[in-house]
């Protein structure tokens, strides 16, 4: 194997040697295009080498005149693409035609490229405007029955669901339904726009209801249930006091003036108060969902019943509302699982094993769970697959891996990811276990990472859980009494051991440490010469991270769940989120109110045990790790 492994990196040492001269070709355009020189680019795309990269050259340079008043002929536009059909920057191109296409009205033409662009949301919402402009009914009759998933749709989508709702493809109930739905999200606005599709004078309105949803209802009319718009609009207000954390006061106001509104609308604000106050972890969030009966409910709200009932710990409950999910929903390992645990609690031992088996081979955080219900704590039972030196240079010099390690050589690790995705596209398993270890050999770990749980997420547990960077993060965790295996667990979700890595918050580096963070801890532990762009320091970022790590740890009562949320959320809301009675750290993961951080708490858990399990060679048991969640004794460091 050693003599396999020196063979391949001899092989793409030479290769790397032969490409590194047409590097910085490669490079000037890709800056040219940045900095919007074209006529640099023109001279770049003039030249031609034997580079992996070489046909980006005359892409960047077609996609900036496409953005130019001299925009570049169709022919030559359909030539590279026809050229290099199929690959990156080709159907990269095609889209970014096919919207050029369709801002000039060009039906005929968008419907020549979309084969091949990327179907992705853009392409979709262009096939149904292209396909209904040239007299295609059915495009209208796709989004009559996709209407329900289509209220974040990509913009290219509003004109042709704007003439879905004006032509009455679309029904006034189906609009009004998206309007709520909208309503009840994190982004609103968007419920301006249906109100105008409908062409209703309270559009005018909206503003004023956003801006103060509380003032809006106090100042409405003595009659405005006259008209449905009149009384979605105070649903709406009233709805939007409850995102706002004035669920109760939402309910009061509702009650005042419950006549004004049908049971079907009563029904409605009760369900969208027990959603949004079990978010909040308001006891009345039960009684809120039993008021609101049979009404047919949002995915959103029907899983919060559950939740909310095990916040409660009412097994009764959570059976019931269990029973009401679709019968998708119940297949979902989550559910299937607390199903178990409602039935063993309600005396149905037998049923809650039955249960618990069905998922219990399975290495996500719940399946785990149930596994340890049956006595069958995570051990890595099987070594990683070995990959032969054929198939290793076979997949070395595919050209899209090629490409793609070309970009990440050059310093362009987006579009060395874009190619590496391309490039293990629908590929078979020998194909992506030599992509993976290839990408390891790199020490592009993230995607060793990504393409081994293509191949197989039950498998090669070292490969799609590696240990870089030992000799620099164990003596930090070790020094700070922290368990190495938890702070693998969580670099590995966090960065997926990308150094470069940078979220949309700005959090940066292996621990993706936020710049205030990095100042706070700094600042605690004496390093006077701090700067953000530290961050990227592996080993600064180690050594501020599992600092961060120790002091959540003193302040959370040494709760690894507790500390794990407050890393992800603010140690202030993983404190706001316990109960005022001790809670099982289960019922505490599954109610955290905000998605991202719930799925990020389980999947660093089940992270720690396999590297636990790795580093031990001993089975682990998740349901143990998981510690009670006990009241706050006292204001501490997350409320300073």
């Given amino acids: 194997m050693k003599i396999v492994l020196v063979g391949l990196s001899f092989f793409l040492f030479c290769s790397t040697l032969a490409a590194q001269q047409g590097d910085q070709r490669i490079l000037a355009a890709r800056e040219a295009l940045r900095s919007d020189d074209g ?22 340079l077609l996609l900036h005149q496409l953005d130019r008043a001299d925009s570049p002929p169709a022919a030559s536009i359909t030539a590279y693409i026809q050229t290099h059909q199929g690959s990156v920057p080709a159907s990269r191109l095609a889209s970014a035609w096919a919207r050029h296409l369709a801002d000039e009205n060009n039906w005929r033409g968008v419907r020549q490229v979309l084969p091949d662009a990327p179907p992705n949301a853009e392409s979709r919402c262009l096939d149904w405007r292209s396909r209904h402009a040239l007299g295609d009914t059915t495009a209208l009759e796709e989004i009559v029955a996709q209407w329900e998933t ?8 509003e004109p042709v669901l704007a003439t879905a709702v004006t032509s009455g493809h679309i029904d006034e109930n189906a609009a009004w339904q998206r309007f709520r739905r909208q309503i009840d999200s994190r982004t609103p606005a968007a419920a301006r ?28 009319p003595a009659q405005f249930n006259a008209t449905r718009a009149g009384r979605e609009m105070a649903i709406a207000a009233l709805v939007r006091m409850a995102r706002q954390d004035e669920t109760v006061a939402a309910y009061v106001r509702m009650l005042k003036r419950e006549a004004d509104f049908s049971p079907a609308e009563r029904a409605y604000l009760y369900a969208s108060f027990g959603y949004l106050g079990a978010l909040s972890r308001l006891p009345q969030s039960n009684e809120w969902f039993a008021l ?35 019968a998708a929903e119940q297949e979902q ?27 219990a081979d399975r290495y996500g955080y719940y399946g785990m769970l149930a596994a340890d219900e049956l006595g069958q704590p995570f051990a890595v039972v099987t070594p990683d697959e070995e990959v032969s030196r054929t198939e290793r240079q076979r997949v070395a010099t595919d050209p899209a891996i090629e490409r793609a390690l070309a970009f990440y050589r050059i310093g362009l690790p987006v579009e060395g990811v874009r190619e590496w995705i391309a490039a293990v596209r629908g ?17 592009l770990h993230d995607r060793a990472i990504n393409t081994a749980e293509l191949a197989d997420s039950h498998a090669n547990f070292t490969l799609r859980f590696p240990t ?14 922290i368990d190495p295996a938890w702070v693998y667990g969580l670099m590995r979700q966090e960065s997926r051991f990308n150094v470069p890595a940078r979220s949309g918050a700005g959090a940066r580096g292996l621990m993706q440490v936020m710049p205030g963070t990095g100042q706070l801890v700094a600042n605690k532990i004496g390093m006077r010469d701090f700067h953000t762009g530290m961050l990227n320091n592996p080993r600064i970022n180690v050594k501020l991270g599992t600092h961060y790590l120790r002091m959540l740890l003193d302040d959370l009562d040494g709760n690894e769940v507790l500390a794990a949320a407050g890393y992800n959320a603010g140690p202030g809301r993983a404190k706001r989120w316990r109960a005022d009675r001790p809670l099982d750290a289960t019922i505490y993961i599954a109610t955290i109110p905000i998605n991202e951080t719930r799925d990020y708490v389980e ?10 399990a790795l580093f031990s060679s001993r089975p682990q048991s998740l349901k143990e790790r998981l510690k009670t969640i006990f009241p706050e004794m006292a204001p501490t460091f997350a409320d300073r």
């Avoid at 009764?316 to 509302?321: D, F, L, P, S, T």
């Avoid at 590929?427 to 020490?443: C, P, Y």
């Avoid at 999947?603 to 636990?612: A, R």
């Fill in 39 to 60: 006529a640099l680019l023109q001279r770049l795309a003039m030249q031609r080498e034997d580079h992996p990269l070489d046909h980006y050259v005359p892409y960047w």
């Fill in 150 to 157: 289509l209220d974040t749709a990509h913009t290219a989508c």
């Fill in 193 to 220: 726009t249906t109100l105008e599709w409908m062409g209703l004078s309270q559009a005018r309105d909206f503003d004023r209801l956003i801006a103060n949803p509380a003032a809006y209802f106090d100042q409405l």
């Fill in 292 to 326: 609101a009966g049979d009404v047919e409910m949002s995915p959103l709200q029907r899983e919060w019943r559950v939740r909310a009932a095990l916040r409660a710990e009412d097994w009764a409950a959570v059976e019931r509302a269990i029973s009401r999910l679709t």
């Fill in 333 to 359: 390992e989550e559910w299937i699982y607390w199903h178990a645990r409602a039935l063993a609690q309600l005396g149905q031992k037998d049923a809650a094993q039955q249960h618990y088996a069905r998922i």
């Fill in 427 to 443: 590929r078979d398993r020998s194909f992506l276990l030599a992509a993976a270890h290839i990408a390891r050999d790199q020490e």
């Fill in 468 to 481: 870089p960077w030992r000799d620099l993060i164990e003596p930090h965790a070790q020094a700070r009494n």
């Fill in 603 to 612: 999947k660093v858990f089940v992270n720690e045990i396999i590297y636990s």
